[in-house]
């Protein structure tokens, strides 16, 4: 990696508004008492807790939020498992189709690396590649079926297909049925629990293995205990919290740990503030809102547009004179899985000062 | 860097159908195609060319553009500057207001390193920052006033107002004034030359110098000659190209020198396919589409949604069965500047063989 990055990172002890902008900053605090809420909560519900990494892809907060109480980590891709594993995590399901040129060979590798790996499958196209890839391995791979129960991604289209894809699964020597997962759609309605019971009796039914029933999601994350056959939940967001989660009703602004640091950098007219964070710190992601982030001291101020590296902000809602030339903005992302991917490092803070500089470990790690 | 990413890199000679995907991949003889052809452009119509790297953030193009005629090139960032500098780029402009914590010792000390280094500014407020900054510089920092000739981002309002700052950057003993600039719309009806050509005109007639007339963008690349009162033109999409530039009209699909790799994942519905690249590898930017990216062997697939890893195609309008699971597409992504920024490598390929896996030398570097 350039130095040219990490010869400009703030010392520990700098005040949080001596930092150089853009930047996404993390409360401390505020991580600790989401990791806890959350675990709190999956307890009090006997539910197992395993949260997704895409979050923040930093190995140490993987080890705080196993160390709450969560039973392993959940994955995207090889490549982040594998950087996970390489800081010591133990447990971690990829809850991805593993398919293309060159995945096979290190998904074999870190199966007899850790203790429990599992990945899911939807398709007899992913089944017959993971069969042949597994077929002579020292040790089998756990397969879930992944189920579509509303959410319109990947899945099995029914109960019954995801029996006829299990019975598949358990049929190859080198995998080993875990059970079923689903990525469920935002308002459950009660089909997500329909599909995954009426599933996993079907396997039950058939003498099938199904000790694993996973489901996931952040924005519904304190309705998890409404999906009873769920054995473990799976959740991301909850950990940093974004200006989505505000508004899904799961958290307060003050649960909000991440923040993008921006200066002001220009202010061509009454109306209109440019900063110094564009579709690069704050990117593109809408989330259904129509502007690109929560302006911590300035709610009415609206940011309207981003470019690469600037973001206008509309201020015609703003009484008086609104942020000047220098000020810098805490901004509340509309979404912080994708803000972490776009930071080689974030910054942490406690009590207003930096408290760590942390490398974002698994940010672009693609295949 | 972690050694995971670059461990399954993909060797010389690999054929592009076995690159692990997602991956973004650049075609080396269109890349030399589109250089040249906007170089030739520039070189017809009189016009210094200085094209903006923010699209390929790699050292080697901008050797590659400067060889072929250009006369230094374009930054947004002091960071990416840095970048640049360390490979023995030696004339800089950074189109952007430099202000915040941390960033003017780096720029003086960046300012000392290379032959030719300009910022911009649009307020006092800027320039009295740059200009307490080098008041004892051994080396003045140019500086051009940036005007807001309809682009709607930074800039002062009227050629009067650029006037003005003119005199405050003339005034700084630290400072060189160095001209104008513009970040000019899309399409300029006139109103851009009439804001330069009069704003030159009173700044001369002030008896203030304006060697430099900097106009800008590449949609409207092969419209720069539109702009008489421009001594020279910025332009960064253009190397790479894609979904938006064939839109403007600036180039054909055969010109897109950029694709993101993705592979079928998953085909859960007869109308619906998943491949493996979500908003971590496209980017969500939509820039006025409606979907998420061009997919090369089926134009009539639409990306119509993305999540971080997966992209979900709606294959309503293809005949036929549509892609299969285990197919790599070659997508155009609507904005290559931003793909360019979650990889950090890019993979070269000519005649169907990778040739070069070369690190994104500037990627992430924000400050």
Redo the contacts between chains.
């Keep these: ?2 130095t ?2 990490t010869d ?1 990172l ?1 010392a520990v002890g700098t005040p949080l ?7 996404a900053v993390i409360d401390e605090a505020r991580v600790e008492r989401n990791v806890q809420r959350v675990q709190d909560y999956m307890d009090a519900h006997g539910l197992r807790f395993r949260p997704h990494i ?1 979050t923040h892809k930093i190995p140490a907060l993987a080890h705080q939020q196993l160390e709450a109480g969560a039973v392993g980590i959940t994955c ?2 090889v ?1 982040e498992a ?2 996970f594993a ?1 800081e010591g995590v133990e447990d971690i399901l990829i809850t ?8 096979h060979e ?1 998904l074999r590798r870190l199966n007899e690396r850790v203790a429990r790996l599992t990945v899911v499958a ?2 007899r ?2 089944v017959e ?1 993971l069969g042949a890839a597994f077929r002579d391995a020292v040790k089998p791979l756990t397969v879930l079926v992944e189920c ?1 129960t509303g959410g ?6 029914a109960p019954a297909d995801a029996l006829d894809l299990a019975r598949r699964i358990a049929a190859e020597p080198g995998l080993r049925l875990g059970g079923i997962m689903t990525f469920p759609p935002g308002d459950a309605h009660g089909s997500v629990e329909r599909f995954l019971s009426d599933a996993r009796a079907m396997l039950e039914t058939a003498g099938l293995p199904c000790p694993v029933v996973s489901n996931g999601g952040t924005p519904g994350v304190f309705q998890a205990h409404l999906v009873p056959s769920a054995t473990e939940h799976r959740a991301g967001t909850y950990i940093y919290n974004d200006r989505s989660m505000v508004r899904a009703g799961a958290c307060g602004w003050d649960d909000c740990a991440m923040h993008v640091l921006a ?7 009454r109306e ?1 503030a ?1 900063i ?1 964070a564009g ?3 704050l ?4 989330l259904g809102f129509r502007d690109y982030g929560h302006v911590e001291d300035w709610p009415e101020a609206r940011i309207a547009s981003l ?4 973001g ?1 902000l509309d201020l015609s809602a703003v009484t008086g004179e609104g942020p ?3 000020d ?1 903005l805490r901004i509340v992302p509309n979404h912080t ?2 803000v972490s ?4 490092h974030v910054v942490f803070h406690r009590d207003g000062r930096v408290t760590q500089v942390v490398p974002v ?1 698994a ?5």
Excluded at 96 to 103: A, D, E, H, S
Excluded at 283 to 286: I, N, P, Q
Excluded at 363 to 367: D, E, N, P, T
């Design positions: 990696m350039s040219i990055e400009f703030p508004d001596a930092v150089s902008t853009p930047r895409k995207q891709k490549s594998e950087a390489s991805f189709n593993i398919l293309g040129p060159g995945k290190p939807d398709s196209a992913t590649a579509d319109g991604r990947c899945g099995v289209q200066t002001v950098v220009s202010r061509p007219t209109r440019v110094d579709s690069k710190a990117t593109s992601d809408l470019s690469e590296e600037h206008v000047a030339i220098g810098v899985c994708v991917n776009l930071f080689d470990a940010r672009g790690l693609v295949w």
